[in-house]
């Protein structure tokens, strides 16, 4: 596996934590590509909504069309990747730190993670 696979997987569970932080599990590829950014993993516009069509044909993502903007919203599949409750091939598996982890992607994007439980 390269280096350019590796990316495009860490890209793939970013943009997953991301949508999971949301409170709608939804957000418009340009918010996402300055997400990617934020986090040191850059990718152009046309890359994003590459991510994006893959995470939607692997069934872990529905796509929106809003005006201009693709807005991507995680499936209860997608959750539970996010999460690593399940792994997908194509998908970095989040590592033991889950929750940290989910709980830095909320505070980089400025919404408050998912509460956990009951």
Known sequence: MGFGDLLREHQRLILLRVLAAQPRYRANDSYLK?????????????????????????GLVAVELA????????????????AGRLTLP????????ADTAAQAVAAAVGTPPPVRGG
């Open 34 to 58: 300055g997400v990617l950014d934020a986090f040191g993993l850059p990718a152009g516009h046309d890359q994003v909504r590459a991510l994006i069509a893959w995470l939607e044909g692997q």
């Open 67 to 82: 005006a201009d903007s693709w807005v991507p919203r995680a499936t209860e599949t997608g959750l539970d990747v996010a």
């Open 90 to 97: 194509g998908v970095q598996r989040p590592g033991p730190g």
